[in-house]
């Protein structure tokens, strides 16, 4: 044991600080209420407690837990605890074929939030009534700990819950506090403004405070994350990245806002991995590159080692085990230009709207008139959560969506005649990209903009069909004309 | 003609100032060209030019317009110059029985935008490319003008424009300067933070300045403003006060939030006007009450002459006629009080999280998993607008929809099976309130929020049906059980 506070600066050089209620898992969830309300941490599919939710998966009592996390988790809790049954109650994004298979079945009731809003929801907004929140650290003392590798809504949920247990987990390097900057808003009315003037600057703490009686459990573990597996890009991934650098190219000349820098943010997965890829390419006239965003991804890396990228704000890192043995390696000279911040500062609706983003966001389908569904297939099942693609769809300057015009390998049209489950409304977006081409819509009515999604955006298998139903449908004196029963026919 | 600057406190003295370009309203029309991009001040159907687009209105030219006002202007606006067929393309808001017909007939292209952005739009966002800013003033000079009853966008339109065209009008009252602080975010990324910590400060000044370059023209003018007028509250906008009161008075006690100060918004209309005059009767157990919202009501001077409001910040005056001459009679005292300020703060997303409102605002419809219509009618037709409602329902600490369970009158019921067309989703709005109750459907899944509307707000009438759609569908394996088909029906 060596000083109880960790450093502000540089690294800790411990793994444990002061007196500590070590238990083994069985003993800290045993110590968790059959009903309990239970708080996560991890986002992006990293920085989740393991051992803890495995043991109540085993537990023998029976469960009916609340379960909150501010991002997607592995498989200990989205399989094992969720599939054990103990799992009453889910918020607020799930990713595994079991989670969703229970969430369609309403096995779980599941609710997805907006990721900035998941916080202040838990501690203000009557969301939940927490209990205990249950994070993964690197380091830990008697009344702080440094996250690992994600920070999501952590640190509200730590404010938020009456008890604390901290998964400190050794396969996570200690110098991941460099990437930290846990900035607390106040509660509203009086929280001010939020300081940050750049993407890459620094305004908080690298670790977490909490009130000491709250810790309730330390549970050491060396159990490593879940990474990601990304897929090579596609042709359909590649026609899509050229398309959208092609419009960015002309974008970054039209506006003074992007005189100097550009500030951007992509979804994850594997075509936004692809997108990155292939922005390295892009050189912006010179312009700064800023990413404002959620997750870091490998393509991130491969710009900031190619020098074109000033820096990265995000509040997880979603790397490929690749990416991760990179970053892990030399995580203090990352840590130079790249911030990990808590959701509600990563995604904050007037950061992100300060920023002036250009946000670049997929989906399952968009329909004619520019409403999106990202979340429900059919618009009726659920795939994972609506996560934090609604604060960047609403509030970038300029927001993108971009997915294949078809489906891999199936025969379903991704631009429909009516999106039955609406994410994003027709006043969120103003950019539409596929591999077919670009549809920008902005300043257009919603025919208008109909008309150009059918030509610009549409697979040519689909595009005569697409084009047949709004011709039929122009017909009718209607601002945003349709036909309900052949939109549905469509999504059979 | 006296001093060139207007005094930043107290009110001018004069109207005019400087060496300025009178002309009347034709000449000032004839400058504008025909294919113009026009940019109105107006919000709330008040504040807004008349007799330029009456001119234009009588303008012999083959013209097609775009115009652009970020709120509601009057029927010269909204009626003569639209009737004309001068108007090709219009954003972002109207209201008028005329407006409405030819927007769902597609003889204007129109699109509606929040509130919030249009202003950042039109200036960064590439809507449109702007030409000349027509702005009604009750004083002007050189390089700067004072607003009259509404700002709106009027600043941000005043800085994308690269003419102006001011007009004068001596019916309002020189003592509105008294009530305007006109505060101009910088552009991003560099804009930084608004620097408003409560809604009654005041940050900016009283006055619009401009590129003396830009002013091409000053109309004088005494056509007074349209002003609202609100029927009786009915008996169901008096079920809907006693039930929103009953669940504000209990909500205020749930979080440390509402300890000091409750912040309010609520949308505008006769329901609106309804609810603010019976919410003067609560007294949310001695806590302060602050407005933040988008339209200064009726009901908000009661509530401030009964000494029950701290402070009411907005965009516009909409207030009835009785109103407006109270407000006039005696601008300076209520100006202690009240704020009217561009509405890029008024409605700003990172403004409205701070101060943890508590967000009130109807719609024509809900759907039983919560999706909001606030637009078109059977999801085809036209209505106003989407305002500054989705800023408020999504941003707000709690929000609320509010409205009727029966279209009055008529065999209709505004909670729905599925909502066709949707401008807030089911991750926006926190609680529903009808006539007949209230369904808080905080921490649901979809489908037991739509048990919950059910039975807490559907109107009897309805409630057996929509119980047998919800009954029938929920045999389904799908997280938000839907029968399109059959919603359809119901719709028709």
């Known amino acids: 044991m060596t000083d109880e506070r960790p450093p502000d600066a540089g690294i800790v050089t411990d793994r444990r600080y002061g007196d500590l209620p070590l238990a083994d898992a069985a003993t800290a969830a045993a110590i968790i209420a059959p009903d309990a309300t239970v708080l996560t941490s991890g986002f992006g599919s990293v920085g989740y407690p393991k051992l803890v939710p495995l043991a109540l998966a085993e537990d ?91 920070l999501g809504q952590v640190p509200a949920f730590v404010a938020a819950a009456d008890e604390l247990i901290v998964e400190l987990n ?44 709250k810790l309730i459990a330390v549970v050491e573990t060396d159990r ?64 700064d590159v800023v990413y404002f965003g959620e997750l870091i991804q490998d393509g991130l890396l491969d710009m900031l080692d190619a020098g074109r990228l000033e820096s990265a704000s995000a509040t997880s890192l979603a790397l490929t085990s690749d990416g991760q043995d990179r970053l892990f390696a030399d995580v203090e000279r990352y840590a130079e230009d790249v911030v990990l911040r808590p959701a509600d500062v990563s995604n904050h609706p007037g950061l992100i709207d300060r920023f002036g983003v250009v946000g670049v966001n997929s989906a399952i389908e968009f329909d004619l008139y520019g409403n999106v569904n990202s979340t429900h297939v059919g618009g009726k099942r659920m ?19 971009a997915l294949p015009a078809r489906l891999t390998g199936r025969n379903v049209s991704r631009v429909v005649p009516m999106a039955f489950h609406v994410d994003h409304t027709e006043h969120d977006i103003d950019v539409f990209v596929t591999d077919q081409g670009v549809a920008d819509v902005r300043g257009l009515s919603p025919v208008e903009r109909a008309e150009r999604i059918v030509e610009n955006c549409a697979h040519p298998d689909y595009r005569a069909d697409l084009r047949a139903y709004l011709d039929d449908v122009k017909t009718q004196d209607s601002h945003i004309p349709h036909d309900v029963n052949r939109a549905a026919e469509w999504q059979q």
Chains 1, 2 share one sequence.
Request: aromatic share 8%; proline share 6%.
């Open 60 to 150: 023998d009592r029976d469960l009916e837990l609340t379960l909150v996390s501010s991002g997607n988790v592995g498989e200990e809790i989205d399989v094992a605890l969720v599939e054990s049954g103990a799992v009453a109650r889910r918020f607020s994004y799930q990713s595994s074929r079991v989670a969703r298979a229970m969430t369609n079945r309403r096995e779980v009731a599941f609710s997805d939030r907006n990721a900035s809003a998941i916080g202040d929801e838990v501690r203000y907004g009557a969301l939940v009534d927490p209990d205990v929140a249950v994070v993964e650290a690197v380091a830990v003392g008697e009344d702080w700990f440094v996250p690992s590798t994600s």
């Open 170 to 213: 050794y396969a996570q390097p200690r110098e991941l506090q460099a990437l930290h900057d846990i900035y607390r808003p106040d509660a509203p009315p009086n929280r001010g403004e939020i300081p940050l003037d750049d993407p890459g600057d620094r305004i908080g703490k690298p670790y977490v405070s909490f009130d000491p009686k």
């Open 224 to 287: 490593a994350d879940s990474t990601y597996m990304f897929r090579d890009p596609t042709s359909d991934d590649l026609a899509i990245a050229e398309n959208l650098g092609a419009f960015l190219a002309d974008e970054v000349g039209r506006t003074p806002v992007f005189e100097d820098a550009v500030h951007l943010q992509f979804g994850v997965g594997s075509l936004g991995n692809a997108l990155m890829g292939e922005l390295k390419k892009l050189d912006f006239g010179g312009r």
């Open 383 to 401: 795939i994972n959560g609506v996560g934090g693609s609604a604060d960047f769809n609403r509030n970038s300057l300029v927001s993108v969506c």
